[in-house]
């Protein structure tokens, strides 16, 4: 019954198309017109690998990367990319305090800053190395989190201009409610503020080349956003924000677990802690090398499915730390060692990033970091596996 779809002797993975990630990209850059696409590969590549990712992309034509953590900038600096991976522009978006100035210079990153001491703390370690450091200014227009009032960006623009070492390189924010069919006005909002203030900065002459807006939801939902830069996250991945326009996705993540075993229950038998699932009649569950210590959520006891054979299965009782039950009565010729799919396709079955978040009560998000460290992702181009890496 099983696709051998694991490399020998794992328990579980996540199998990774870059093939999909790469179409992915293409169908959204193809949404872009005059402005260039910015491949967000925080968190891990939101759980995909962070440096595969932006390889795959990168030999697609992306040269603009974002983070959080200075750590995942590095890690994109000293991993081997490829030829020529030294032109690419990584953004790190939030971990740009001044103890991490000379460590962003000398990793070549561009930093979001919004107070004077972060500026100046990468100036001075700027001029020490030789060279300026490149700043994005992070305003908030309406998301209530990082970054300057816009009242007090104009002035701050000006006080920058005046710091040696430093290039102002960007001006930023970021859309709360692209994403919600009521989240119009909002929007709308935050789209006016910062038309705003690129005016504004234009007549000042301190208006800086690149300007972003817009996330996925953003480009998808609302195109006239301005700026000439858009952040491309989630429908990179393939799980399209919600109040979204037409575009073609598909997820790149497949998760993989192995049956450890597989053993016919009665009629009121109880499976798992608390005893929370009993069937009616007598049937078979199989207990699956997954848990919630591998990241599947344990909300999803008794309420998500799987596919077995390409076919849907219950969750049986409480996921556990390493194992959960599925019931599969309804599937002929299971054994150990076969493989299901908790997220993904097998055959003509599906389980989608979204149905696994809407039964969790969270977002999609949420569902592809959450898979843990200890799943190793395995790398595929045209079928074939590349390679194998544990986080």
């Not at 590969?41 to 030999?59: I, L, P, Q, S, T």
Request: aromatic share 6%; charged share 25%.
């Amino acid at each position: 019954m099983s696709e051998h779809l694991l490399p020998s002797g794992y328990r579980n993975a996540l199998l990774i198309d870059l093939d999909i990630l790469i179409q992915n990209y293409t169908n959204l850059t193809s949404l872009l017109a005059s402005r260039e696409p910015f491949a967000v590969v925080k968190a891990e590549g939101y759980g995909h690998g962070g440096v595969e990712v932006a390889r795959a992309v990168y030999e697609a034509g992306a040269r603009w990367f974002g983070v959080a953590a200075l750590e995942e900038a590095e890690a994109l600096r000293t991993h081997e990319m490829g030829d020529g991976f030294g032109d690419a522009r990584i953004l790190v978006m939030s971990d740009t305090l001044a103890y991490n100035a000379k460590r962003l210079v000398d990793a070549d990153c561009d930093a979001a800053v919004w107070r004077m001491d972060q500026v100046e703390g990468l100036a001075s370690a700027a001029r020490e190395a030789g060279r300026k450091a490149r700043v994005h200014v992070k305003v908030d227009t309406g998301m209530g989190r990082l970054g300057l009032r816009p009242a007090e960006a104009v002035d701050f623009f000006e006080k920058i201009s005046r710091e040696e070492g430093v290039e102002i390189a960007g001006l930023m924010s970021h859309l709360a409610r692209a994403d919600e069919e009521d989240g119009e006005a909002a929007t709308g909002a935050q789209i006016r503020e910062m038309e705003a203030l690129v005016h504004a900065l234009r007549e000042k002459n301190l208006l800086p080349p690149y300007v972003h807006v817009s996330n996925s939801a953003g480009l998808l939902n609302y195109p006239q956003a301005p700026g000439n830069l858009v952040r491309l996250g989630i429908a990179l991945y393939g799980a399209s924000p919600q109040f979204s326009g037409s575009v073609t996705l598909k997820t790149a993540m497949t998760w993989v677990a192995r049956v450890l075993q597989v053993k016919e229950i009665d009629a009121g038998r109880p499976v798992g802690y608390g005893g929370t699932y009993e069937r009616n009649t007598p049937g078979r569950i199989a207990i699956v090398a997954t848990g919630y210590g591998d990241g599947y959520p344990r909300i999803l006891s008794n309420r998500a499915d799987a596919l077995v054979g390409g076919v849907r299965v219950p969750v049986a009782g409480r996921v556990s730390m390493d194992m959960l039950a599925l019931d599969v009565s309804k599937v002929e010729g299971i054994a150990p060692g076969d493989e299901v799919v908790l997220q993904g396709e097998q055959g003509d079955g599906a389980v989608n990033c979204e149905e696994l978040a809407d039964r969790a009560e969270t977002i999609p998000y949420e569902i592809m970091c959450g898979v843990g460290v200890r799943v190793p992702r395995v790398y595929l181009r045209e079928g074939r596996v590349t390679h194998v890496r544990k986080l």
